[in-house]
């Protein structure tokens, strides 16, 4: 079975925090993905990775930057949170199928 | 642009009666589509795609290129399939998905 973890399940950050969430796969998995989950918009894809410190952006990496040192690692880094960036961040790792495997999210609140 | 759409944000039936969820896309090459579903309290995780044609928990979906559709149904609901579906599309080769913006489906007794 596909195990995908995520460091924390809640967070409560101030605004101006740097943040680290960190994810970990165990299949050896090349791909692994940052989202957010935001009611009404969906999943917005922030960073993915395809090897070790290989990134490339997604379609919202504005505020954020990523680090995968190791292949079953990939963090992601709030470099100064803000209010707006409060939402559901979801890690994942992809098959050579295609399929992504989730890690269960972890709710970040900054305040 | 590439874009996944669903248009329904909450889609509500009673048990027993027919479902369809909605999905359209927007893609000029030849798509990879899949169904997502997360269930209250639990990971995100895959429920179909396209290219394997399973019918998974009762839930089929066929992709029409002529409408570029990849609507999920079943025919008969179950309240456990009450939980929040997402359409994706994977772009030829790129391994990115992009997410429609999901749909809640509420399943009631």
């Known amino acids: 079975d596909v195990k995908v973890t995520q460091s924390s399940r809640y967070l409560v950050k101030r605004t101006g925090e740097k943040v680290f969430l960190e994810c970990v796969q165990d299949?050896?998995?090349?791909?692994m993905f940052w989202y957010r989950q935001d009611p009404g918009l969906g999943l917005r894809l922030i960073y993915f990775?395809?090897?070790?410190?290989?990134?490339e952006k997604g379609d919202i990496p504005e505020g954020y930057s990523v680090s995968r040192e190791k292949k079953e690692r990939f963090s992601l880094i709030l470099e100064s949170a803000s209010t707006n960036q409060t939402s559901m961040y979801l890690c994942?790792?992809?098959?050579?199928?295609?399929?992504?495997?989730f890690g269960p999210g972890t709710r970040l609140t900054v305040t | 642009a590439q874009r996944v759409t669903q248009p329904e944000k909450l889609l509500s039936v009673f048990k027993g009666a027919p479902v369809e969820l909605k999905c359209n896309y927007s893609?000029?090459?030849?798509?990879?589509l899949f169904w997502y579903v997360q269930y209250s309290r639990q990971r995100l995780q895959l429920l179909l795609r396209?290219?394997s044609r399973e019918s998974i928990k009762g839930f089929t979906a066929d992709l029409n290129k002529g409408e570029t559709s990849f609507h999920l149904k079943k025919p008969f609901a179950q309240e456990e399939d009450s939980a929040m579906y997402y359409c994706?599309?994977?772009?030829?080769?790129?391994?990115?998905?992009?997410f429609g913006q999901g749909t809640t489906l509420q399943v009631k007794p």
């Open positions: 994942a790792s992809m098959a050579a199928s295609y399929e992504q495997y």
């Open positions: 299949m050896d998995h090349e791909n």
């Open positions: 990775s395809y090897d070790v410190k290989m990134k």
């Open positions: 893609y000029s090459g030849s798509p990879e």
């Open positions: 396209h290219i």
């Open positions: 994706a599309l994977i772009p030829s080769n790129t391994g990115k998905l992009i």
